[in-house]
């Protein structure tokens, strides 16, 4: 069960598009449509932004959106805006019937 | 509105026991699968363990097998994780969450919507 790897860091500048990778395993990302990605701003819990790998809970922005190509799934959020500075973290359904999550990706808008 | 509120965490010697309690309220508990995730310190979210609506299905991460048991009461709409021989690592906020798709046939491919604001386990060595 390891951890999802993700890049540390993303910065991208206000208006702009970024993308951040989650790379696993036959056994997780790669097996399992069962993907999700979460928000973290500091002091709160999480929140889901995607699951499913590509679906949007209801209230989250059209500005999120989820896609997976093999062992790498990515999040890319667009018109990039101040306000989604946080740590983003995916997760993924495992071939143990267990969740990992990923190792988490601190997003900074310049 | 769904609300998720945990309790039981403290200091605890290595070695030790801890139980957390998790009270969820605005939903049918009993349609949904929950789980504990934790977070030490400065660090990323770690998945803990799932069970299932019913009580009947449980896994979990390697790191707890065999030393955490998750439980669920649903006459009560509460959660549960007992915790024993503690350890250092386990050190963490925890939280509990719930999926966000009731019924889900697939206990451990779970979403979580709805997070407690978490209770703090710091285990001394």
């Known amino acids: 069960q390891s951890a999802l790897t993700q890049p540390a860091s993303v910065s991208g500048s206000p208006g702009q598009s970024i993308t951040i990778s989650c790379t696993g395993t036959s056994s997780d990302v790669g097996g399992s449509n069962y993907v999700s990605w979460y928000q973290q701003l500091p002091g709160k819990a999480p929140k889901l932004m995607i699951y499913d790998v590509s679906n949007r809970p209801s209230g989250v922005s059209n500005r999120f959106s989820g896609s997976k190509s093999g062992n790498t799934a990515s999040l890319t959020i667009s018109g990039l805006q101040a306000e989604d500075e946080a740590d983003y973290y995916c997760?993924?359904?495992?071939?143990?019937?267990?969740?990992?999550f990923g190792t988490g990706t601190k997003v900074t808008v310049l | 509105e769904v609300q998720l509120v945990e309790s039981g965490g403290g200091l605890v010697q290595s070695g030790g026991s801890l139980r957390l309690s998790c009270a969820a309220s605005?939903?049918?508990?009993?349609?949904?699968?929950m789980s504990w995730v934790r977070q030490a310190p400065g660090k990323g979210l770690e998945w803990v363990s799932v069970?299932?609506?019913?009580?009947?299905?449980?896994y979990y991460a390697d790191s707890v097998k065999g030393r955490f048991t998750i439980s669920r009461d649903n006459s009560r709409s509460t959660l549960y994780l007992q915790m024993n021989s503690l350890r250092a690592e386990d050190t963490a906020m925890y939280y509990c969450a719930k999926d966000l798709i009731p019924r889900k046939p697939i206990v451990g491919a779970t979403n979580y919507d709805y997070w407690g604001q978490g209770t703090l386990v710091t285990v001394s060595s």
């Open positions: 605005g939903l049918t508990f009993s349609n949904y699968a």
């Open positions: 069970i299932s609506g019913s009580g009947s299905t449980t």
């Open positions: 997760s993924s359904y495992t071939s143990s019937s267990t969740l990992v």
